[in-house]
């Protein structure tokens, strides 16, 4: 038998909810978190992969709910931020469809250069401190916010946009200085 307590609301101000069934959570809200993805993106695909991203943020974080709101309200504020910082990434990261008369096989010099470049980021990167060099990993491949980067390093907003304010610009020091002896 399934346990159904995952979204049992109590009139309580705990507001307690069992966590052991994270399927009933999502069956009840998967739609809702894909529209709101959707119409924060525009885009069905984009929305689709937000929702499946959000769902599993929810399950490793499911322990961390800390009973002072409905699960619905967490999981909006969760959807909401996701979509956000998602949208912030592509304001400052642009992206354009390929030209459908690409050609794969013309590419093999620019993907020769951009190994080369990969391998020169790498070396770069493996100059830095090592927790500057995690800060860095965390925030550009791993997308986690100023927020998350603040809580898991035990350092404020601040001393985080500085600090990776600060790697970015050596790396891109380093980067010109491999490029000159080119």
Not at 46 to 72: G, M, Y
Request: aromatic share 10%.
């Amino acid at each position: 038998m399934k346990n159904t307590n995952f979204l049992k609301y109590n009139s309580a101000p705990s507001h307690q909810f069992d966590t052991s069934n994270f399927e009933e959570l999502y069956r009840k809200y998967v739609k809702k978190v894909y529209q709101k993805c959707l119409s924060m993106t525009k885009s069905v695909a984009t929305a689709q992969d937000c929702t499946q991203e959000i769902f599993l943020k929810v399950f490793a974080n499911r322990r961390q709910f800390k009973n002072n709101s409905h699960p619905s309200t967490w999981l909006y504020a969760i959807t909401q931020n996701h979509c956000l910082d998602l949208n912030r990434i592509e304001k400052r990261l642009p992206t354009s469809p390929l030209p459908d008369s690409f050609d794969a096989d013309a590419g093999a010099d620019d993907y020769e250069a951009a190994s080369e470049q990969s391998k020169l980021l790498a070396k770069a990167m493996r100059k830095l401190s090592a927790e500057d060099e995690a800060l860095m990993r965390l925030k550009y491949e791993q997308n986690y916010s100023i927020q998350q980067l603040s809580q898991q390093f035990g350092l404020s907003e601040s001393a985080i946009k500085m600090r990776l304010k600060r790697s970015r610009d050596k790396v891109k020091e380093l980067l010109n200085k491999a490029r000159s002896f080119e």
